[in-house]
């Protein structure tokens, strides 16, 4: 299969920093943990779970296993299989950490892949086999769903065109179009790089429990994604947010088997220079979808598909290179366990036991950015807080403050991420 602009452009940001979605099971009891672990490496050896990982290793440039990463130490013994590389917290027996290559596919991928070694191994309950169907890994050596894969199926049904791709490009394009100016504030310089205290990476967790989707005044209700992105922007003053939309969600004929991949996108919104609500946010957020902006980046990586990759590797480092001035700040659901049935497909979710809890981590966002990641279940909101720094910049007292100033919610943890 070859190489689409969109993977390499996945295979640069992994060259400049970690690019895996990192997942969290807390179980509640060793024996427990032991058996999540045992399931997910059966199913990172077995196909297609197994051709769809090898091949994502393959085009990454580096391989990263962090020695800390959000609250635990890890402990990489356990190994690789497939798509992830699979880790125990060497502070706590009971977790099991779950290193996803971006280049596999999306969250939603790996929430879905997660849940399918979980559901073959019988820790998901008799039932979980008739559950949303709407992310399924393609059969054979076949690799992962692309944004192009993506064009050609709208296409191929008469649903998408030369004009949708133009209609969408300009909220696609904002980016490069428009830098920042004012780019994300990197905090005080350090003298001491080499301190773990002082890393240029670290991971902040924030429990938004109290959230609603209820609304104001002369407002329509608000969704949690919604009270997120406000919050991000108050804390970090930036007015332009990017948010990630899973296409199959929102484009009907897309959800199935062979969806599994990376189609999520992110767009762009700008917020007010006041203090944003969660109400206007959301209308800001519901006004992007209906752009449908997707679409530009879609057909863009279909019609660059007969580009070399090394002659694409380079812009795509140009482009990577100026994202601190032009869109630093991401939100996105990495992780969600909240609703009875697929918002896609309309069939009951599946859902992980009460005794596993999970919380994702997002990748970081180099050279200088910050990543939010959403982890959303039936009884909490966590956020995951990434944060880059340039060298010489504190990334861990960057985000330290910063959760200081989050509105409505309480800190669980802020500190680094190192690596060995």
């Known amino acids: 299969m070859p190489t689409r602009p969109s993977e390499v452009f996945l295979s640069r ?8 979605v990192t997942v969290l099971l807390r179980c509640t009891t060793v024996a427990r943990a032991d058996a999540v672990l045992e399931a997910l490496i059966r199913a990172g050896t077995t196909a297609p779970v ?13 391989r990263r296993l962090p020695a800390v990463l959000g609250p635990h130490t890890l402990d990489h ?3 690789s ?11 706590d027996p009971t977790v099991v950490v779950v290193r996803w290559s971006h280049l596999a596919g999306d969250a939603r991928t790996c929430q879905e892949a997660v849940l399918d070694g979980l559901q073959h191994a019988g820790l998901l309950g008799a039932d979980a086999d008739r559950g949303c169907q709407c992310v399924r890994l393609p059969a054979g050596a076949q690799g992962p769903a692309s944004p192009a894969d993506a064009w050609g199926a709208l296409r191929a049904q008469g649903e998408s065109g030369v004009w949708d791709a133009l209609r969408a490009a300009l909220p696609a394009t904002t980016p490069l179009l428009r830098p920042l100016r004012t780019a994300l504030d990197t905090g005080a310089p350090t003298a ?12 902040a967790l924030i429990a938004m429990d109290d959230v609603t989707t209820g609304h104001a005044p002369h407002h329509p209700p608000a969704s949690r994604f919604a009270h997120v992105v406000s919050a ?3 804390m970090s003053g930036q007015r332009r947010i990017g948010v990630t939309v899973d296409l199959r969600r929102h484009e009907p004929t897309l959800p199935g088997a062979g969806t599994a991949g990376n189609l999520s996108l992110v767009g762009w919104i700008v917020l007010p220079r006041r203090r944003p609500a969660p109400e206007p946010t959301h209308q800001r957020v519901q006004g992007l979808l209906r752009r449908r902006f997707w679409r530009q980046q879609l057909a863009v990586d279909a019609w660059l598909g007969d580009r070399s990759p090394e002659r694409l590797a380079d812009r795509c480092d140009l482009l990577i290179g100026g994202l601190a001035h032009r869109a630093p700040t991401t939100v996105t659901e990495l992780w969600r366990d909240d609703g009875p049935v697929c918002a896609g497909c309309g069939r009951a979710r599946r859902h992980l036991p009460p005794d596993i809890g999970v919380l994702a981590i997002p990748p970081a966002l180099p050279p200088a950015g910050l990543t939010v990641g959403i982890t959303r279940t039936a009884a909490h909101t966590t956020v995951s807080l990434r944060r880059v720094t340039l060298p010489g910049h504190s990334a ?3 985000l330290t ?3 200081a100033r989050w509105a409505r919610g309480r800190t669980l943890h802020a500190g680094p991420v190192t690596h060995p």
């Not at 299989?81 to 502070?91: K, M, Q």
């Open 401 to 403: 403050t910063a959760a």
């Open 77 to 79: 013994s356990p190994g």
């Open 192 to 203: 001491n790089t080499t301190d773990a205290a002082q890393a240029t990476d670290a991971v």
């Open 13 to 20: 940001l992994n060259a400049a920093a970690d690019s895996d």
């Open 50 to 62: 197994r051709e769809v990982g090898n091949r994502a290793r393959r085009l990454e440039v580096v």
């Open 232 to 234: 991000v922007a108050a």
């Open 81 to 91: 299989a497939g798509p992830w590389d699979l880790a125990r917290a060497s502070d």
């Open 396 to 398: 861990t007292a960057w």
